[in-house]
Structures are given as C-alpha cells and as structure tokens.
C-alpha cells in the first residue's frame, strides 16, 4: 500500500476500545483457537506526529510500551512511509496486564493513528492482520461482538447484534502477562468448546441476552481448569443475588464482570451500580471497580 503524499509533517489520531474479557475462549475441534469478545466503552487514544528523517524513530511512549512501540514502527512499514520521526502521545483507561485488552487497543489505536497521519484509513481486516503480526489480539478492531482466531487475525464469526450488557467491572491487583499463559490442555476439550461456540452462535442470532450471559458464564468456569481468576470465587453467588444474567472474565487475565441484560428503564444501571457499592468492600484489598455498557 502506498501512502498518498510524500509526508514532510503530518498529525494523526486513533482510538480503540478495551474488553472486559472475553465472552467465551477455547480451543475448536481441528486445532484454531477462538476469541469471543466483550467490549467496553472504555479504551485507549493514540495521537502522532510524523516527520521526515534519516532514519525511522518513535518517541515519546514509556519504555514499557514496546508492543505500542512496534506497531507504530509495522503500521508505518506496511504503509511505505519511508523513514519518519514518530512521535507519539497516548492515553488510555485501560488496566495493564488484566485482561482488558489494553494491549490490543494500543495497538489498533496507533496504527489507525499512523493511517490518519498518511491520509489513509486502514480496514478491519487489516487492522487484524497487523495486530496478529505484533502479538496475539482481541478482536476489538472490529464493531460489536466478533468471535477472532487472536493468532493470525481471521474472523471466524461476526454477528449483526450485540447484547448491550451493564458491565460491574471489578479489577484485582493480580497481573497475569497473556503470553505467559498456557493453554495446551484445552484441545482434549475442542469438542465441548466447539459446542459452546455453536450455542453462542445460535444465541446471538436470537438476540438472547440471557442465554448469551449463561454461555459467557460457562466458560469463565471451564477456564478455570487452565487459569484460576482471583475475583471468581467471590462472585459467583453475586450473579443471583444482584440480578446479572452472568459473569465474564480476562481468560488469560484477572479482571471479572457481572454482565446485567439491557433494559429500557435503566435498571440495568442502577444493579450494576449497587453490585459495586455493595460487593467491592468484600474483595481482596486494593481491588478497583468501575461501571461500563457494552460497546457497539
């Protein structure tokens, strides 16, 4: 792909959504690995300078952002630009190392940011190639509820509705680093994950939220086999007694989420909100929480 001029200083902007997790995680029947996402209206800004140079750079990230880093440096590969000065400015609501996909917005933020800087406007599918190419995404690059292979970017389900959850979103001091985890006993359970995304595809289609909720609950507990989330046992019962139709957790993170089914009257809110005042003072200390819709 070429860029359309050849750039002497130009200013861009990208933004991406963060997830709560995943709404289900697993391992199908033939070896491809899925991703089901759940994304928040809470995510991650992105803004860059580019300015012709001897030699390509990018400045301005803290040194622990290297992946962010990278993806600057590929987005402006794969968009010819030549040698540039990347300067880069970011922020973002987003928990590190807790399952809510910082990392993947990061990334799509600074290429879609790179792209507006070029004049050029990059697509779903190549945002999920470019992500892929950095490390394993979510499929956050693409609107609503898509279910990703989150090793090579293909998109194995993407489906016209989304169940606009309330989300009680609770985030423990727990990090887990993603590339850390192992999930190579989840193929002796393709068949049974392999079903779980079948349901989940037939509830979507239904525009089921409360089936979606149970689907999404089932496999924060199959997960459990493979990645103990710290939060779950605390808020298991928490699903009945506030009202929720499920929960939803980081599979290869820490974070949790009470999912509450969208509503017309904002009661969805409200439980959310009590779920917190009432639940947070019975975590493990330094757990933080916050109160988000599902994103479209």
């Given amino acids: 792909m070429q860029a359309a001029a050849t750039i002497s200083s130009r200013a861009g902007r990208g933004a991406a959504r963060g997830t709560c997790g995943e709404l289900a995680q697993g391992v199908l029947p033939g070896g491809r690995r899925f991703h089901v ?18 030699r390509t750079s990018v400045v301005g990230l803290p040194d622990w952002a290297t992946t962010t880093g990278r993806a600057v440096r590929v987005a402006a590969e794969f968009l010819e630009l030549g040698p540039v000065l990347i300067e880069v400015e970011r ?3 987003l928990h590190r190392a807790k399952g809510m996909a910082s990392s993947t917005a990061d990334v799509i933020a600074a290429a879609t940011a790179v792209a507006a800087a070029a004049g050029l406007e990059l697509d779903p599918p190549t945002l999920a190639q470019l992500a892929t190419s950095v490390e394993a ?16 970017g293909s998109l194995l389900h993407d489906w016209s509705w989304t169940p606009r959850f309330t989300i009680a979103t609770f985030i423990p001091v727990e990090d887990r680093i993603t590339a850390e985890v192992r999930f190579d006993r989840q193929a002796s359970m393709a068949g049974e ?11 979507m289609h239904a525009h089921d939220a409360v089936a979606v909720g149970a689907i999404s609950t089932r496999s924060a507990e199959l997960n459990e086999a493979f990645v103990a989330n710290p939060l779950l046992p605390h808020l298991r019962s928490a699903v009945t007694d506030f009202g929720a139709v499920g929960l939803c957790v980081g599979h290869s993170g820490t974070v949790c989420g009470l999912l509450f089914a969208p509503d017309s009257e904002g009661a969805a809110g409200e439980l959310a909100r009590e779920a917190v005042s009432r639940l947070l003072p019975t975590l493990p200390p330094g757990t933080e929480a916050l109160v988000t819709r599902m994103a479209a």
Avoid: F, K, N, W
């Fill in 91 to 93: 922020t973002s609501g």
């Fill in 37 to 54: 996402t759940c994304p928040i209206e809470v995510g991650a800004e992105i803004a860059v300078r580019l300015t012709t140079a001897p």
């Fill in 137 to 152: 995404s979510d499929g956050v690059m693409y609107p609503g509820v898509v279910a990703l292979d989150q090793h090579d």
């Fill in 193 to 203: 994950y392999g079903s779980l995304l079948t349901e989940l595809d037939a509830a």
